[in-house]
């Protein structure tokens, strides 16, 4: 593809007028996606033309509109935070992560966890990234509740985001906070306000806005997910 | 209403969607939906498929909300674009399905034949845009008026300009570029 810069203008400008056809049309659309000089005469384009939308006259939606997109929302909010079950059901997934990282993290665990200093932990998670399955964070939990989560991978987070740590048990309505935790660092946590720790209660790491979920439940991006598993 | 699109903070707006704020959405839709709808009718030309695009359009705002850059360009803008590329995906997957009756082709041709030059002349807000549009020829500034402004594929301008599909072409590109020097 040797495209000339006209000839890159050109097809921006093509694609924000509407002439392409739906399957070039779809190609621009995906280009964009890797190509930020296209990516950005489009949004030059899109700029250069808006005005023409206030050639157009009004037109008074129907009442059934609004509550027909809040319904769709609603739809989509459910879809959204019902990914941690559809994670937590998923055998795919987790044999997956047996057969790759969780196992070398898991003896990672038990050197660490062997150090006589340590009490030895009740339980232990792997939290792995999903689609890689590259552990990066360990959560261990000890018989009174005491939960660590320790980094193993530098995490960079963008501005206005952060780290949320989630818990869920088997048969709990939603995942609970257990706040917010910065890339890199260690944390320790009791756990007296929750239920005693469960074999496969499901832990994560979302991507939320600065401050945390606004919502009380996840709403970004898991970054790392793993179950308990006890220790013997 | 589009004296109020002044001071209404769009920005601030997809900001808080990505959030999870509805109201804000609620906000948007106040503003927007019925120039919203008017574009996106003047492309599907369908009221039932325009309403069709402005939902799925709002559906697409509050996913993408989070993906909005202000560093990259203006809400509201940002926000036309969703509606009008939804719209545009909407008569292209259809181009290639059926034809539209050439009967109704032709009636809306004149109808919005006139209403393009009309508004074209009446309108004086379109700052340099304007200036820019003006210094094209005839032939040039309605091919593209009508493909932006109607969703006209190169083929339905060249039946609405009668003229040939390769001069259509010619125009389309010729009077981008000139767009593009214009205005920078």
């Known amino acids: 593809m040797n495209e000339s810069f006209d000839e890159l203008q050109h097809l921006a400008g093509e694609y924000v007028l509407g002439t392409l056809p739906a399957a070039q049309r779809r190609q621009v659309a ?15 384009w899109e700029r250069r033309l808006q005005p023409l939308t206030s050639l157009v006259k009004e037109q008074e939606p129907s009442a059934q509109l609004w509550p027909r997109i809040v319904k769709d929302l609603r739809r989509q909010s459910t879809d959204a935070q019902s990914s941690w079950s559809a994670w937590w059901n998923d055998l795919r997934f987790w044999r997956g992560l047996a057969a790759s990282g969780f196992a070398a993290a898991a003896v990672l665990v038990a050197v660490m966890v062997t150090r006589p200093t340590t009490p030895a932990p009740n339980f232990m998670v792997v939290l792995v990234e999903p689609q890689k399955g590259t552990p990066g964070w360990i959560v261990q939990a000890s018989a009174n509740r005491q939960l660590t989560l320790t980094p193993l991978l530098p995490v960079s987070v963008p501005g206005q985001k952060s780290l949320q740590f989630w818990t869920k048990g088997e048969g709990w309505d939603k995942p609970v906070s257990l706040g917010l935790v910065e890339p890199g660092k260690t944390v320790k946590l009791a756990l007296d306000k929750l239920p005693p720790l469960q074999v496969n209660q499901l832990f994560e790491i979302t991507l939320e806005p600065e401050h945390g979920s606004p919502t009380g439940r996840p709403t970004g991006p898991i970054l790392f997910i793993g179950k308990a598993a006890k220790m013997t | 209403m589009p004296a109020d699109s002044n001071y209404f903070d769009y920005d601030a707006a997809l900001h808080a969607c990505s959030l999870g704020d509805q109201h804000a959405l609620q906000r948007i839709y106040m503003q927007d939906s019925k120039r919203l709808l008017g574009v996106a009718l003047r492309i599907v030309r369908q009221r039932h498929l325009a309403e069709d695009v402005v939902h799925d359009a709002f559906v697409s705002i509050w996913n993408k909300a989070a993906s909005f850059d202000a560093t990259r360009g203006e809400g509201r803008g940002w926000i036309y674009s969703v509606v009008r590329h939804q719209a545009l995906n909407t008569v292209r997957d259809r181009d290639r399905e059926v034809y539209a009756d050439e009967d109704a082709f032709d009636n809306m041709q004149q109808q919005n034949e006139e209403l ?36 006209c594929s190169h083929i339905e301008i060249a039946q609405r300009l009668n003229a040939p599909l390769g001069s259509v072409k010619a125009w389309v590109k010729r009077g981008l570029a000139t767009l593009r020097k214009c205005m920078g």
């Open chain 1, 30 to 44: 995906q280009r964009m996606q890797n190509e930020p000089v296209l990516r950005t005469a489009v949004e030059e």
């Open chain 2, 116 to 151: 393009i030059v009309d508004q074209f002349e009446l309108s004086a807000s379109l700052g340099q845009l304007q200036d820019c549009l003006s210094h094209l020829d005839s032939a040039k500034r309605n091919s593209i008026l009508c493909a932006y402004v109607d969703g």
